[in-house]
């Protein structure tokens, strides 16, 4: 008898300033290579991008980057823009976004399902695997977790071992290497998912903006509605990069730990 696959929600936290094809990308890629494995069964994509209290240099505002978001997803019929985390008022940690989307996930999966209490009283489903949430992240994402004050360890434990990381390589990093010199993701490594991108693409956002304070064209890197709305909005100037300079991002102020940046 085939064992059922697991339902699979990916999640992607992240300051989508703005979003690009690359993000987009790394959904498809990493819903292709969960597939491989026989295992699960992608059900959901989640963006979710950070609040205006994250502090980084030259973020704009959430409205615009949840616009965008929702303008460059139109085309995909199962990764949705989610605007909780964004209309946080600070600085929210991506393990209680995780739990957030967790919580919304079990209930849904609940109510579709049917619940019943065992003589136990232990409450069950009545058929089919539970639905697990992983984070959709790129290789780069794991070098964060070295950044002294930026995380807390028992963050680190619950994001790698409750829920699991699916990472997609980019450019010359070594996304293995990051899990080889962590003591807590090399314990999780059963559920953490390298993804190879074969297809070389170093689109950034940073890039972007940069070519967009140059009045330079960003054509083919970022979708064409985009481009509309952020030239309709006046976004991405020399004045908006300068929003939030030397203002020590929220996570690093939380843990009180004076390192100032990270790239996208």
């Known amino acids: 008898m085939a064992t059922r696959r697991v339902p699979l929600v990916l999640l992607a936290c992240g300051s989508f300033n703005p979003i690009t094809n690359q993000h987009m990308r790394l959904f498809e890629l990493a819903r292709d290579h969960m597939h491989s494995t026989g295992q699960y069964q992608v059900v959901g994509g989640i963006v979710s991008p950070v609040s205006d209290g994250y502090g980084k240099q030259g973020l704009v505002l959430a409205k615009h980057r949840i616009a965008m978001a929702k303008l460059a997803l139109q085309s995909s019929n199962w990764v949705t823009v ?88 980019r450019g010359g990093l070594q996304p293995e290497r990051a899990v080889h010199e962590s003591d807590t993701l090399s314990r999780q490594r ?48 020399e004045d908006s990069e300068r929003r939030n300079k030397g203002t020590v991002l929220r996570p690093l102020a939380k843990q009180a730990q004076p390192v100032k940046s990270l790239d996208d």
Not at 117 to 124: N, R, S
Request: net charge negative.
């Open 190 to 237: 059963q559920n953490i998912f390298l993804v190879r991108e074969w297809v070389r693409n170093e689109t950034s956002a940073t890039e972007v903006r940069r070519a967009l304070r140059r009045d330079r064209s960003v054509k083919y890197l970022i979708p064409d509605s985009v481009i509309e709305y952020i030239h309709q909005h006046n976004l991405y100037t």
């Open 82 to 169: 989610d605007e909780w985390e964004s209309q946080q008022p600070d600085w929210t940690e991506t393990v209680v976004t995780m739990r957030y989307h967790y919580g919304r996930i079990l209930e849904e999966y609940e109510q579709s399902t049917g619940m019943h209490d065992d003589f136990t009283g232990t409450t069950t489903p009545l058929s089919g695997p539970c639905p697990q949430l992983k984070l959709l992240c790129g290789a780069d994402f794991l070098d964060t977790f070295k950044i002294p004050g930026l995380w807390r360890d028992d963050h680190v434990e619950e994001v790698a071992g409750r829920f699991g990381l699916v990472c997609v390589s």
